[in-house]
């Protein structure tokens, strides 16, 4: 299931100001976005019940951030567009913890589209679920 993912002008200046570049593109008055404006977005756009986190079933409390890769099939997208995003669960696979336990990776695949349809970029995240080590996770 896919949500709509709205580029307002505001809202990209505000990113570009938090990662402190000075770029005229992400500052102007046709802004584009900053390419890793795509993973706050999503977080913040993305309804809870279709989070890949949710599809991959992992515990939040035990998440790590493991990679994160953006691909622009053409220019960046910029203030007024509004995209369609879609996440997809892709590869998962399974390493011991160097503490014990069995570390769970996953990939997300998230494609972001224009409103004619056109792919315009893709996402590819790397989430870790750590591995537990036997002692509660609640008695710290």
Same mark, same amino acid.
């Given at each position: 299931m896919s949500?709509?993912?709205p580029l307002d002008y505001s809202k990209?200046?505000?990113?570009? $100001? /938090?990662?402190?570049?000075?770029d005229?593109?992400?500052?102007?008055?046709?802004p584009v976005i900053p390419p890793t404006m795509l993973t706050s977005g999503r977080m913040i756009w993305e309804p809870a019940e279709?989070?890949?986190?949710v599809k991959l079933g992992f515990d939040r409390r035990r998440i790590l951030h493991g990679e994160e890769e953006y691909v622009f099939h053409g220019p960046l997208? $910029? /203030?007024g567009q509004t995209l369609t995003a879609d996440t997809r669960i892709g590869e998962s696979f399974e390493k011991p913890g160097k503490r014990g336990g069995v570390m769970t990776f996953a990939k997300m695949i998230t494609e972001f589209r224009d409103d004619s349809g056109?792919?315009?970029a893709t996402q590819n995240s790397t989430i870790?679920?750590?591995?537990t080590t036997g002692n509660s996770e609640g008695s710290k």
């Open positions: 949500y709509e993912f990209i200046r505000e990113f570009a $100001r /938090a990662v402190m570049t000075d005229a593109a992400h500052t102007g008055t046709e279709q989070s890949g986190f997208p $910029r /203030a056109r792919l315009v870790i679920q750590t591995a």
